[in-house]
């Protein structure tokens, strides 16, 4: 693969580039989620930055995925972490809806433990999914640097874009 020249790299702009779109999506997915640990200390919970987040992270992950699906055949065999990364894409789905569930219910403030399990379970899951955002900038950001030429990755952009 011929390697693009710095000024061709400067002259890309996020409609351009599936990595600097995804990068773009995770500081907003990264603010929300000190938004929610904040809402969760100050006023015991933050239902609404929550319906934010599980709405954002609808589109962020379509978007992954058309990503993973063009990466999938440059990576042979080991397409199974690209597989797990649209599990972890459910399984983070699936816990930011639970919390909605039980962080939603009005709780008055004597109710500490019930308010010290939620606060928990946001932390729990604020962590994981910092961690998972980690995980995508290491090896699937730089996987599409590497493997996917600049027009496919305008072609891929353009598709982003549109969901």
């Known amino acids: 693969m011929r390697r693009a020249s710095r000024s061709a790299l400067q002259s890309e702009t996020i409609a351009d580039d599936p990595v600097a ?6 500081v907003a997915l990264l603010g929300q989620l000190r ?3 904040l809402g969760q200390t100050v006023n015991g919970g933050s239902s609404s930055v929550l319906r934010a987040l599980i709405r954002d992270c609808v589109v962020h992950f379509r978007r992954e995925a058309i990503l993973l699906r063009s990466l999938a055949p440059k990576l042979g065999n080991r397409r199974q972490s690209l597989e797990s990364l649209s599990i972890e894409h459910r399984s983070l789905k699936q816990q ?5 569930k039980q962080g939603g219910r009005p709780r008055s403030e004597s109710d500490r433990v019930a ?3 939620v606060g928990s379970l946001v932390l729990e899951f604020t962590q994981r999914f910092r961690a998972h955002i980690q ?4 090896v699937i950001h730089v996987l599409a640097r590497t493997r996917l030429a ?4 305008r072609r891929i952009a353009a598709q982003m874009l549109a969901v």
């Open 21 to 26: 779109l995804l990068r773009n999506d995770h």
């Open 35 to 37: 938004l929610l640990e």
């Open 96 to 100: 930011a809806a639970q919390l909605l």
């Open 115 to 117: 308010n010290a399990r």
């Open 135 to 138: 995980h995508e900038e290491r």
């Open 150 to 153: 600049t027009q496919q990755r």
